[in-house]
């Protein structure tokens, strides 16, 4: 399927360099999220065991911290790009204000919807996709924590995994 994208934005602006920025965006906002979370489960990891001369060795009775507290402000920078996303929907309705006030033609048109689905469809296809992200990355992170870690050192809520 097909989708003319030019006319899923206001006209004058540029549905692919607006798709093209917000891949970016996800993309690093992701990245970002990945590897704080990485360095936090690494610094509990780590906590785990106790250096020899002859290497790592697991301390006995040893528990990593709850999957909560290493998730705790991780997903930040997906959720600031989520909260981009009306500022994004207001400069869509903004730029009908400019220059010739396009709106008031915009409001005349047969299909009166045309203003609000070329103003609200790029946002909200982002914000869904800022929602696929965290999941994913809520997932990712389980997995990591589940099978990365010793089964004797995860808490016993986790252990029937």
Request: proline content about 7%; charged content about 10%; aromatic content about 10%.
């Amino acid at each position: 399927m097909n989708l003319d994208w030019s006319r899923r934005v206001p006209p004058g602006l540029s549905a692919s360099w607006e798709r093209r920025l917000f891949g970016w965006a996800l993309s690093a906002t992701s990245l970002c999220s990945l590897l704080t979370f990485c360095a936090r489960y690494g610094d509990a990891r780590q906590g785990l065991y106790m250096q020899t001369p002859t290497g790592n060795v697991l301390l006995p009775h040893a528990l990593i911290a709850d999957l909560p507290i290493l998730l705790h402000r991780v997903l930040i920078p997906v959720w600031l790009l989520m909260l981009l996303m009306p500022i994004l929907v207001a400069l869509h309705y903004l730029h009908y204000r400019r220059g010739s006030m396009s709106i008031y033609l915009m409001r005349r048109l047969p299909n009166r919807k045309l203003l609000h689905q070329q103003c609200w469809t790029l946002p909200l296809l982002g914000l869904l996709l800022c929602i696929c992200a965290v999941l994913l990355l809520l997932a990712l992170f389980t997995l990591i924590y589940l099978y990365a870690t010793p089964a004797q050192c995860l808490p016993p809520i986790y252990r029937r995994f």
